[in-house]
C-alpha cells in the first residue's frame, strides 16, 4: 500500500501543469534528438544543463529524464525507414525494421516500436517503483571480473546475430573489439592504431562507424543491384499491426522488457546492450531463425522494448545509490547537485516528491512519445513513396549533417565515408555488420574491468572462476563457445540461413 500511495503522490507531482510541461519538452527535444544521427542524448543533456539552473528540482530532472528515454524512441524512426540508427540501440532495429518497410509494413514496424517501447517504459517504471533499491543493491554485487564474464557471454552469444558463418560472425567481433582499441591507452596513456593521426587520439565515434556500414554501405549495394534505380519498396498495405502480428510480438515484447529492466542496472549495460541481447535471444528462441533479418517483427519488438526498458532502468542505481551507470545519468547526478540534492538513498526519505514525481513522470512520458508518434506515422510512411534517386542523396546529406555535427570536423566525414566502402567489402564477403558493432561498443567496457580486475586480484586470473557470479558466468560462455563450436551446430546454423 505505501507504494501505491507513494505512485500516488508522484503522479500528483507530475501532473501539475509546469511539470507536465517540461515533461512534453522533454519527451519532444528526445524524439528529435533520436531521429537525427550525431547528437546523441549525452551530448544534449549535457547542452541543456545549464538551463537546470532556472529550473525547479522536479522540473529539470523531469525534462533531463524525458530527453534521455525520448532519444530511443526517435532512434527507431529513421532506423526503420532508411536504415539509419539514430542511436547505438537503434542498430538492431535497422536489420528487420528496415525489410519490413522495403515489404510495404514500414507502418506496421513503427507501430510496434512505439507499443513495445511503450509497454517497456510502463513495466519497468513500475519496476523501479516496486524494485529499485534491492536491484541496486544486486548490481552492487557485481566487480570487475562478474563485468569481464558478462562482457564475454555477450560478446560470444553475439554470433546468433550473425547470418551463415560462424567464422566469419567471430571475424566481424574481433575487428569491432580491434577499431574499439583506437585511441589513447587509459592505463598507459600510449597512442594505439593512431597513425600519428590528431583526430584519432580520443579514438573511433559510433556515429561515423554505424553511418558508414548501416547507411552508405545499404546505399551502395542498392544502386549496384539496381543498376542506378534503387529499390521501391512495396505499396503501403496497412499501418496498423494485425492481430497476428500483435501475436507474434506481444512475447519478445515482454522478454526484452525482462532483459532490458535486468541488464539496464549494470553499468555500462543500459539500452544498448540490452537490446543486441534482446535480439540474440529472439533469434535463439524462434521456430525460424532464417527469418530474421528479412522482416520478423520479433526482431523489431523485442530490442524496442529492451533497449527502452534499459534506459529507464539505468535510473535505479541512480536513483537509489547515487551511482551513475551511464553518462546521462552522471549528467543527471550533477543536475541534482548543481540544485543542492545529494544523490543517495537519503532522497526517497527527505524528498519523496522529487523521487517519486521523477519516477511517475516516466508513465506520463512514456503515454506522451506514444500520443505524439503513432499520429506521425502516416507521415513518416510517406516517405517511403519518395523516389529512390531523390531519397539517396538526402540520406547522404543527412548522414553528413548528422556526422560533422560531432566535431564540426570534415575528418569525420571521410571516416564515414571510408567505413561506408568498408561495409559495401563487408556485404559482398557475406559479413553482418552487426556482431562488430557490438564488439566495438563492449570494447572498452571489458578492456576497462579486465584491467581492474588484473589490479584488484594482483595479476592472478583465477578471481574470474573464484567468484560465484563470475564463475556462473564464465561456465555459460564457456557453454556458449563449446556449442558454437560443435560441427553439428555449425552445418545445421549455416544451412538454416541458405536462401
Not at 47 to 68: H, K, N, Q, R, S
Not at 103 to 131: K, N
Not at 140 to 149: D, N, R
Not at 341 to 370: C, E, H, R, Y
Request: charge should be neutral; glycine fraction near 12%.
Amino acid at each position: 500500500m505505501d507504494i501505491l500511495a507513494n505512485l500516488w503522490l508522484g503522479l500528483g507531482v507530475s501532473v501539475e501543469p509546469m511539470n507536465l510541461v517540461y515533461c512534453f519538452l522533454g519527451a519532444l527535444i528526445g524524439t528529435l534528438i533520436g531521429v537525427l544521427p550525431g547528437l546523441g542524448p549525452t551530448a544534449t543533456v549535457a547542452l541543456l544543463l545549464p538551463i537546470t539552473f532556472y529550473l525547479p528540482p522536479v522540473g529539470a530532472l523531469i525534462m533531463l529524464a524525458g530527453i534521455f528515454y525520448g532519444a530511443q524512441y526517435g532512434g527507431s524512426t529513421t532506423a526503420i525507414l532508411v536504415k539509419l540508427p539514430g542511436e547505438s540501440s537503434s542498430v538492431m532495429t535497422c536489420l528487420d525494421g528496415n525489410a519490413m518497410a522495403r515489404q510495404g509494413r514500414g507502418g506496421v514496424a513503427l507501430a510496434t516500436a512505439a507499443l513495445s517501447s511503450l509497454f517497456a517504459g510502463c513495466v519497468t517504471t513500475l519496476v523501479i517503483a516496486l524494485a529499485g533499491p534491492p536491484l541496486a543493491g544486486m548490481a552492487l554485487a557485481f566487480g570487475p571480473s562478474e563485468y569481464v564474464a558478462l562482457m564475454l557471454v555477450g560478446l560470444i552469444g553475439a554470433v546468433t546475430l550473425a547470418h551463415g558463418s560462424v567464422v566469419k560472425a567471430v571475424a566481424m567481433i574481433l575487428v569491432g573489439l580491434l577499431l574499439s582499441m583506437v585511441g589513447t591507452d587509459v592505463n598507459s596513456g600510449q597512442m594505439r592504431f593512431t597513425f600519428d593521426i590528431p583526430q584519432l587520439y580520443d579514438g573511433l565515434d559510433f556515429v561515423p562507424l554505424a553511418m558508414g556500414l548501416f547507411g552508405l554501405a545499404d546505399i551502395i549495394i542498392n544502386l549496384e543491384e539496381t543498376e542506378g534505380r534503387g529499390i521501391n519498396p512495396s505499396p503501403v498495405h496497412r499501418l496498423w499491426p494485425s492481430l497476428q502480428d500483435f501475436k507474434e510480438a506481444w512475447p519478445a515484447a515482454v522478454r526484452g522488457t525482462a532483459l532490458g529492466a535486468f541488464l539496464g542496472i549494470l553499468p555500462g549495460g543500459g539500452a544498448t546492450l540490452s537490446a543486441f541481447s534482446s535480439y540474440a535471444l529472439e533469434k535463439k528462441v524462434a521456430r525460424d531463425p532464417s527469418a530474421f533479418g528479412k522482416g520478423a517483427i520479433q526482431g523489431v519488438a523485442g530490442p524496442e522494448a529492451a533497449n527502452n526498458a534499459g534506459a529507464q532502468a539505468s535510473f535505479i542505481p541512480m536513483l537509489s545509490l547515487g551511482i551513475p551507470s551511464n553518462a546521462v545519468m552522471a549528467l543527471m547526478v550533477g543536475a541534482m547537485m548543481i540544485h543542492g540534492i545529494t544523490p543517495g538513498p537519503q532522497v526517497m526519505t527527505k524528498q519523496p516528491d522529487l523521487f517519486w514525481g521523477m519516477i511517475a513522470s516516466m508513465l506520463v512520458g512514456n503515454v506522451m512519445l506514444v500520443v505524439l508518434n503513432l499520429p506521425l506515422i502516416g507521415l513518416w510512411v510517406r516517405l517511403l513513396r519518395v523516389p529512390y534517386a531523390y531519397l539517396f542523396p538526402a540520406i547522404l546529406v543527412f548522414c553528413c549533417i548528422g556526422t560533422y555535427s560531432l566535431k564540426n570536423d570534415v575528418f569525420d566525414v571521410l571516416l564515414m565515408a571510408g567505413f561506408g566502402v568498408f561495409g559495401y567489402v563487408l556485404k559482398k564477403l557475406d559479413c553482418e555488420p552487426a556482431p562488430l558493432l557490438l564488439g566495438f561498443v563492449l570494447g572498452p567496457l571489458l578492456e576497462e574491468n579486465l584491467s581492474r580486475a588484473m589490479l584488484l586480484s594482483q595479476g592472478d586470473l583465477t578471481v574470474f572462476v573464484t567468484r560465484p557470479i563470475s564463475a556462473g558466468l564464465m561456465a555459460v560462455a564457456v557453454g556458449l563457445l563449446a556449442l558454437i563450436l560443435l560441427p553439428s551446430f555449425r552445418r545445421q546454423r549455416e544451412t538454416a540461413f541458405k536462401e
